[in-house]
């Protein structure tokens, strides 16, 4: 099947508000792969039309934030969907039909072709929601790549959170400089000091870092990468935050759990993987902030009735 222009088409007539939640389909029904590279043209097309359509953006981080995760060529999607759910949920990508382009053995995405989708996943992802910060989706979208894409963040160009002003990523400053260049001292307390420093200021020595990741000197790269990463799971922290506050009012509002389990919730995903990365990201993170409130409203959802099945349609 072709979804070039149908996908097109559709998309543009149909900007329905995003749900997590897929529609009820049966349960025979299985999606099919199409080629990622197929996608990425038809939704680049689609945002050449609509650049100030955030949806478009936030299907195309999607697209290359599975490719990503998943190291896949062709993803599962509902072809007869609207723009908000034609690509699959990540339980449904191995169950995927085979697409008619099928024929051999999917060849493994390189190293660069990995690299390019995580970058394109960020940066689509950053704007869809600079466009409308609003929907719960886009930023646990969002933290989801950044957390799986933060063991690489020294390989990738582009900077999330990166704004210019006093305090922000996007400020260089001669102490943070100061700092970086103490990395590569052969002093390790020097070294430690100078870490720890970069480390609790991180939100304003990021972009420090991130212009030193290719130095000469092997030790301070590797410093660098290692504070690089502390800061895309900072940035992961904030946006799955983001997301638990911006769906979790509406989630506890429910009387049954969701037919396909809680993992469908926006606040459940993202306060479990709030209260995950927090742990291993660093012991007081886990301990201040919203932890309490989060654990709270996870265990509402808990207690939630599961949802009656419906009954088969007679044949």
Same mark, same amino acid.
């Given at each position: 099947?072709?979804?070039?222009?149908?996908?097109?088409? $559709?998309?543009?007539?149909?900007?329905?508000?995003?749900?997590?939640?897929?529609?009820?389909?049966?349960?025979?029904?299985?999606?099919?792969?199409?080629?990622?590279?197929?996608?990425?043209?038809?939704?680049?097309?689609?945002?050449?039309?609509?650049?100030?359509?955030?949806?478009?953006?936030?299907?195309?981080?999607?697209?290359?934030?599975?490719?990503?995760?998943?190291?896949?060529?062709?993803?599962?999607?509902?072809?007869?969907?609207?723009?908000?759910?034609?690509?699959?949920? +990540?339980?449904?990508?191995?169950?995927?039909?085979?697409?008619?382009? $099928?024929?051999?053995? +999917?060849?493994?995405?390189?190293?660069?072709?990995?690299?390019?989708?995580?970058?394109?996943?960020?940066?689509?992802?950053?704007?869809?929601?600079?466009?409308?910060?609003?929907?719960?989706?886009?930023?646990?979208?969002?933290?989801?790549?950044?957390?799986?894409?933060?063991?690489?963040?020294?390989?990738?160009?582009?900077?999330?959170?990166?704004?210019?002003?006093?305090?922000?990523?996007? +400020?260089?400053?001669?102490?943070?400089?100061?700092?970086?260049?103490?990395?590569?001292?052969?002093?390790?307390?020097?070294?430690?000091?100078?870490? =720890?420093?970069?480390?609790?200021?991180?939100?304003?020595?990021?972009?420090?870092?991130?212009?030193?990741?290719?130095?000469?000197?092997?030790?301070?790269?590797?410093?660098?990468?290692?504070?690089?990463?502390?800061?895309? =799971?900072?940035? %992961?922290?904030?946006?799955?935050?983001?997301?638990?506050?911006?769906? *979790?009012?509406?989630?506890?509002?429910?009387? +049954?759990?969701?037919?396909?389990?809680?993992?469908?919730?926006?606040?459940?995903?993202?306060?479990?993987?709030?209260?995950?990365? $927090?742990?291993?990201?660093? $012991?007081?993170?886990?301990?201040?902030?919203? %932890? *309490?409130?989060?654990?709270?409203?996870?265990?509402?959802?808990?207690?939630?009735?599961?949802?009656?099945?419906?009954?088969?349609?007679?044949?």
């Amino acid at each position: 099947m072709k979804l070039g222009i149908a996908i097109i088409a $559709a998309i543009a007539a149909i900007l329905a508000s995003l749900a997590l939640t897929e529609p009820a389909r049966c349960e025979q029904d299985l999606p099919e792969n199409v080629p990622v590279e197929r996608l990425v043209k038809n939704m680049e097309s689609y945002i050449k039309e609509n650049p100030d359509d955030p949806q478009g953006f936030y299907v195309l981080g999607r697209v290359h934030g599975l490719a990503f995760t998943l190291k896949r060529r062709a993803l599962a999607t509902w072809p007869h969907e609207t723009i908000q759910s034609f690509i699959a949920d +990540e339980d449904f990508q191995k169950q995927a039909a085979p697409s008619p382009e $099928a024929g051999k053995k +999917e060849v493994p995405l390189t190293g660069a072709e990995l690299l390019d989708h995580l970058s394109a996943a960020v940066k689509n992802f950053s704007t869809a929601i600079r466009l409308d910060p609003k929907p719960a989706l886009y930023h646990l979208g969002y933290a989801g790549v950044l957390e799986a894409g933060s063991p690489l963040a020294y390989q990738v160009d582009f900077m999330p959170g990166l704004k210019k002003g006093k305090g922000s990523p996007g +400020e260089k400053s001669p102490e943070a400089e100061k700092l970086v260049g103490r990395l590569g001292s052969p002093d390790e307390k020097e070294r430690s000091e100078a870490r =720890e420093k970069l480390r609790q200021e991180i939100s304003s020595t990021a972009e420090s870092l991130h212009q030193r990741r290719s130095d000469p000197n092997e030790a301070l790269r590797k410093e660098i990468a290692a504070l690089l990463r502390f800061y895309w =799971e900072e940035q %992961a922290l904030a946006e799955y935050l983001a997301a638990y506050q911006r769906a *979790a009012g509406k989630d506890v509002k429910i009387k +049954e759990q969701p037919l396909r389990g809680l993992s469908q919730l926006a606040s459940y995903e993202a306060g479990k993987a709030w209260l995950r990365l $927090a742990k291993t990201h660093g $012991a007081a993170e886990a301990e201040k902030g919203p %932890a *309490a409130q989060i654990e709270k409203t996870l265990k509402a959802l808990e207690g939630k009735p599961p949802a009656k099945r419906p009954a088969p349609s007679p044949r």
